[in-house]
C-alpha cells in the first residue's frame, strides 16, 4: 500500500560562481523527501528558496551536484514521460488544437492515432473541456489552458506528476477552480503528484502531506500532515483546523521571509 | 466590426503615397523642371516597359532574374535553417561555427564577385553563389536568434513528455520558430535582389540588372526607370506572397496588433 513512487536522497546543488570574486551559491542542501503512491505532496516555501530548481532536478531537466533521484527504485538523471511536468508559464504547443496537444506524448510514442484520439477525449473531459477539441490556445483562457497542460501530462500516464506552481499566473477566483478541479482529478485518478507552491492555502487545500523549506540554502524545514476530512473545496478555507495549520505554516516561514528580507 | 474601415484606410493611405510619387514625378517630367535624359517621363517609361513587353524580353528578363534569386536564396534557406537552429541549441556546435559566419557576414559581397567569377565563370551557378553568400550568412544568425527565442517552457514540456532529441526538433522547435523564420525569410528574400543586381551588373548576357546596366550605356534612361519599377513590383508581389504563405501556414500565430 504504501510504495514509495518517488524518492530524493541528500539532494545538494551548487550553483558554481561565474567568476573568481563571487562565491558559490548553494540552492539546495540535505534534501531528502518522499511520495508514495497516490500520495498529493505539496511543497511550500519562500521565494528564492530553490523549490523550481528542485523539481526540475527530479523532473531530469537540471543537474544535481550531489545526492540522488529514485522512481520505483531505480535512479534517474534524464527527463522521461515517467515524470510529467506543468509548468507556471505558457508551455502548450500553439500550433497544435487542444486535442492535439493532449496526444502530444501519445504521439511521440508512436501510439496508435485511434487509440490516442480515445486517450485523449477521456482526458479533455475530466478537465471539463469537452466541445474544445479543436479549439487553438490561443483562443482559451489562462485558465483552460492549464487545464489542457494538466490533460496533456495526465494522457501520458506519468508515474508521478511534478507541478511547479502551475496556478501561479491565474486570477484569484480562477485559481480556486483549478485547485478544486486538481483535487478532484487527484482524487478520481490517484496519481501521485508532488506539488510546488509559495501559497499557503493552496498547499493546505491540496496536499496529504506538506514540506516546508527553508530559504537559500534551500532545506527542508518541517513535513505536516494535513488530516483534514471531508471534500477539498474553498470551503475549507474558513474551518478552524486550516486556520490553525495555515498559522502554524504562516509562522515558520514568517520567520524565513523575515531573515530573507535582512539578507542575514 | 470596427477593423474594417480601420483596413481600408491603410490600403487607401498606401496607395496615396504612390500617388504622390507619381504625381511628383509628372509635375517634373512634364512640367519641364528636369533635363528628360536625367529623369524620363512616365510615358516615356510605359513606351519602353510595352516595347519590352511586345518583343517578349520584359517577361523573359524577368524570369530569368526571379529564378536566380529564388534559386540562389532557396538553397541559402536550406542550408542556414539547419546550421542556424543547431548553433541556437548546442554551445559547442556555436562555438566551432559562429567566429566563421561572423567573419564571413562583414566580407562584401561584391569583393566576392571577381573570385566567384575566376572559380565558376559567368554562368548561372555564379549568380547563384553570389546570391547564396550575400543571404547565408545573415540568415543562419537570424534562423539562431529566432530559434534561441522561442519559449524553453516548450521545449522542457515536450521532453518531460517523452520526446527524444530529434522530435523535439521536428515537433517543437521548428514549428514553434517558424512565424519567426517566415519572418527572416521575407527580409534575406528582399536583400537576394539586392545581390542579384550586384551579379548582374558585372557579368551577365540577361536579367533586370544586366538591362539597367547596359541602358546606361546608352543614355537610355527610361529603360532604366523600367527595370527598376520592375525589380520593385516583383519584390512587392514576392512579399505580399511570403504573407500570404504566411497566413496560411501558420494560422495559430499570434501576431501583436492582430
Redesign the interface.
Known amino acids: 500500500m504504501d510504495n514509495i513512487k518517488l524518492k530524493v536522497s541528500n539532494l545538494q546543488k551548487v550553483f558554481p560562481a561565474a567568476n573568481r570574486r563571487e562565491r558559490d551559491v548553494v540552492a539546495l542542501k540535505d534534501i531528502n523527501l518522499e511520495v508514495k503512491e497516490s500520495e498529493f505532496v505539496v511543497m511550500v516555501g519562500p521565494s528564492g528558496c530553490g523549490k523550481s530548481t528542485l523539481i526540475n532536478i527530479i ?3 537540471e543537474d544535481a551536484t550531489q545526492g540522488s533521484v529514485q522512481i520505483d527504485g531505480k535512479e534517474v538523471t534524464q ?3 515517467d ?3 506543468v ?1 507556471q ?8 488544437t487542444v486535442q492535439k496537444n493532449v496526444e ?2 501519445l ?3 508512436k501510439v496508435p492515432k485511434a487509440e490516442r484520439e480515445k486517450i485523449s477525449r477521456e482526458f479533455i473531459r475530466l478537465i471539463g473541456l469537452s466541445g474544445f477539441e479543436n479549439a ?3 483562443q482559451l483562457s489562462g485558465g483552460m489552458k492549464q487545464r489542457v ?1 494538466i490533460a ?2 495526465l494522457a ?1 500516464h506519468p508515474e508521478i506528476l ?1 507541478m511547479d506552481e502551475p496556478f501561479g499566473a491565474l486570477d484569484a477566483q480562477t485559481r480556486v477552480v483549478m485547485q478544486e478541479l486538481l483535487a478532484r482529478i487527484s482524487r478520481e485518478t490517484k496519481n501521485t503528484i508532488l506539488f510546488i507552491t509559495h501559497d499557503i492555502d493552496e498547499a493546505i487545500l491540496l496536499a496529504d502531506r506538506i514540506y516546508v523549506m527553508s530559504r537559500r540554502p534551500g532545506t527542508i524545514r518541517e513535513v505536516l500532515e494535513v488530516k483534514i476530512e471531508g471534500e477539498r473545496s474553498h470551503e475549507m478555507l474558513v474551518t478552524p483546523e486550516f486556520l490553525e495549520m495555515k498559522r502554524k505554516i504562516m509562522d515558520m516561514l514568517w520567520q524565513e521571509s523575515q531573515d530573507a528580507a535582512l539578507d542575514k | 466590426m470596427k477593423k474594417k474601415p480601420q483596413r481600408l484606410s491603410y490600403g487607401c493611405l498606401s496607395f496615396l503615397s504612390f500617388c504622390v510619387i507619381i504625381a511628383a514625378w509628372c509635375i517634373a517630367t512634364y512640367g519641364g523642371f528636369v533635363n528628360e535624359i536625367f529623369m524620363p517621363s512616365p510615358t516615356d517609361v510605359w513606351n519602353s516597359l510595352t516595347e519590352m513587353a511586345r518583343d517578349g524580353s520584359l517577361l523573359e528578363n524577368c524570369y530569368i532574374s526571379t529564378k536566380r534569386v529564388m534559386v540562389g536564396w532557396f538553397w541559402s534557406a536550406i542550408a542556414a535553417l539547419p546550421i542556424g537552429m543547431l548553433m541556437a541549441r548546442s554551445k559547442k556546435f556555436s562555438a566551432i561555427i559562429q567566429p566563421i559566419i561572423e567573419f564571413a557576414r562583414y566580407l562584401p559581397v561584391v569583393a566576392l564577385v571577381p573570385l566567384t567569377i575566376l572559380y565558376l565563370g559567368i554562368e548561372e551557378n555564379q549568380k547563384y553563389v553570389i546570391i547564396f553568400l550575400g543571404t547565408f550568412f545573415q540568415l543562419v544568425l537570424m534562423v539562431c536568434d529566432t530559434v534561441s527565442s522561442i519559449e524553453k517552457n516548450m521545449i522542457n514540456a515536450a521532453r518531460t513528455l517523452g520526446a527524444n532529441k530529434l522530435q523535439i526538433y521536428t515537433h517543437v522547435i521548428f514549428p514553434a520558430a517558424l512565424p519567426g523564420l517566415m519572418d527572416d525569410f521575407r527580409l534575406t528574400i528582399g536583400w537576394a535582389w539586392t545581390y542579384l543586381v550586384v551579379a548582374e551588373m558585372v557579368a551577365a548576357a540577361a536579367g533586370l540588372g544586366y538591362i539597367i546596366l547596359k541602358s546606361q550605356r546608352f543614355l537610355a534612361t527610361d529603360v532604366i526607370f523600367a527595370g527598376l519599377i520592375m525589380i520593385g513590383i516583383i519584390g512587392l508581389i514576392t512579399d505580399f506572397l511570403l504573407r500570404i504563405l504566411t497566413r496560411l501556414i501558420v494560422p495559430w500565430h499570434e501576431r501583436l496588433g492582430d
Open positions: 523532473g531530469g531537466l527527463p522521461g514521460a515524470r510529467g511536468m509548468f508559464g505558457y508551455s502548450l504547443f500553439p500550433w497544435l502530444f506524448g504521439k511521440m510514442k487553438l490556445p490561443k497542460a496533456r501530462t501520458n511534478l
